[in-house]
């Protein structure tokens, strides 16, 4: 009850916080800081001169807040935003900022901001920041800084300020931005703020300019080698084609006379018109190695950068397959069960990277689900790939019906640096730490 009542004011709080930022200069935030205590100090004038510091403090507050109100003009904003980007990895965008005042205007910040939510309560006390450990107890109880974190992660990337030093009336500046993605999915610009210091530069008059978009950032990704597990090629009516259309559409090697029973939609009607006897077409099924990549989405006690790094390591692995006569299943379960195939003839690695950015973990078990869905399409598969976040009873299930269907099997297991439990089973398990991560996935193929 208590914890509801202080995130209750969480909101306000914040809020608040944000304001006096974009409001205040650094110079400003000082004079404000001194005028309250300068007040307390100075209701006694007969024996201190406080109340001097708190009199000048006020008057050049409120001058400095009335200049601030001319700051006026119409103004417009265009984003050319990239295709996508990449966890952790700054990008630049152009932003074109378009004077339609009739006088030029100096010496003014541009802040492209994005969408802010705030929480729910079930969310704030669900997350978990591992900095909450080198934190002190009351921060930890309160959550202010883990509050903090959490609206970061919402808002998904930080954005540098540009001084726009002139631009003169009726005219075009193009200006370059840097945005550091700081989580996958899709990223919403909600507005561009224009903010200009008064003259003593303690307030800064702002402008808001609503200019809604969207950048779509893919998982972080890792060097990988390609796919190479020594799976048998499997038989597929209809060949790689077939995957992706409906219909047979098998490889065709060469013309042939017809024989009973041949299909009427095969004849070749341009040889039955020049021999005048009828011709059919022949097809030959085709072979292909087909992996299975299975993603554990079910996140129960642990950390949710661990979901991150399992995440970044499908779509490493996803991005890695370069044999043209492979497909990649990616199976993983979230509301429903998912199963998106790449390869020569279906989906590019593009459309599996932006599946994986928009992956969400679920908070309640899904492995029996996953354990149907092998059951549906294992004996597709010519080799997996599982991706595990834990290995508890119901995963070690899971790993027992993998080995049972008699087809080579790269168990993955995503753990903390600092756990030092050894995994221990008759599986063959490898076992991939958040802060090592590149170093075990190169000594993963070694092994």
């Known amino acids: 009850m208590l914890r ?41 004038t007969r024996s201190t001169l406080s109340f001097q ?5 006020l008057i050049l507050l409120f001058t400095a807040m009335f200049y601030s109100l001319f700051f006026r003009g119409k103004f417009s904003i265009i984003r050319k935003l990239p295709e996508y980007g990449s966890v952790g990895i700054p990008l630049n965008y152009t932003c074109i900022i378009r004077n339609e005042n009739k006088t030029a205007k100096r010496g003014f910040i541009l802040v492209d901001e994005l969408k802010n939510q705030f929480p729910s309560f079930a969310k704030f006390s669900k997350a978990k920041d591992p900095l909450d450990k080198n934190r002190n107890r009351i921060d930890r109880f309160i959550g202010y800084p883990r509050l903090v974190k959490i609206m970061q992660k919402i808002r998904g990337g930080s954005i540098k300020p540009i001084n726009i030093d002139y631009i003169a009336e009726k005219s075009e ?9 700081l989580r996958r999915g899709y990223l919403q610009f909600d507005k561009t703020r224009l903010a200009m210091a008064e003259p003593l530069g303690l307030i800064q008059g702002q402008k808001f300019i609503y200019n809604k978009d969207s950048l779509l950032i893919l998982p ?81 006690e642990q950390s949710e950068h661990i979901f991150e790094d399992a995440v970044s390591v499908a779509a490493s692995f996803m991005t890695a397959q370069k ?9 993983f379960v979230g509301n429903t069960s998912y199963r998106f195939t790449s390869g020569r ?16 973990p679920a908070y309640e078990s899904n492995i029996a689900e996953v354990e149907l869905m092998l059951q549906q399409h294992s004996r597709e598969c010519s080799a ?17 019906s993998l080995s049972e269907l008699n087809i080579p099997i790269k168990l993955l297991l995503l753990k903390e640096s600092t756990d030092t439990n050894s995994t221990e089973t008759e599986h063959d398990i490898h076992v991939i730490h958040h802060e090592n991560l590149q170093q075990d996935l190169d000594a993963l193929w070694t092994t």
């Open 4 to 44: 509801k009542l202080i995130f209750a004011n969480f909101k306000l709080v914040y809020r608040a916080s944000q304001w006096l930022r974009q409001r205040f200069t650094s110079t400003g935030i000082l004079i404000l800081s001194i005028m309250p205590v300068a007040g307390v100090f100075g209701f006694d």
């Open 53 to 57: 510091i708190f009199s000048i403090t």
């Open 173 to 181: 500046l193009e200006t370059s931005i840097q945005l550091t993605p």
């Open 220 to 300: 972080k990704l890792y060097k990988t080698p390609r796919l190479n597990l020594q799976g048998k090629r499997s038989y597929h009516h209809g060949g790689v084609n077939n995957a992706s259309i409906v219909g047979d559409s098998q490889e065709f090697i060469s013309l042939r006379d017809y024989h009973p029973g041949d299909p009427i939609r095969s004849i070749h009607w341009r040889s039955f018109a020049k021999l005048n006897k009828p011709i059919v077409k022949e097809y030959q099924d085709e072979y292909f190695t087909r992996y299975g990549l299975i993603l554990d989405t079910f996140l129960d």
């Open 323 to 331: 044999e043209q006569d492979a497909l990649l299943d990616l199976m």
């Open 345 to 360: 003839g279906l989906a590019g690695a593009e459309n599996i990277l932006e599946v994986l950015a928009c992956v969400q």
């Open 384 to 400: 997996f790939i599982c991706i595990l976040l834990e290995l508890d009873e119901s995963r070690l299930k899971l790993v027992k």
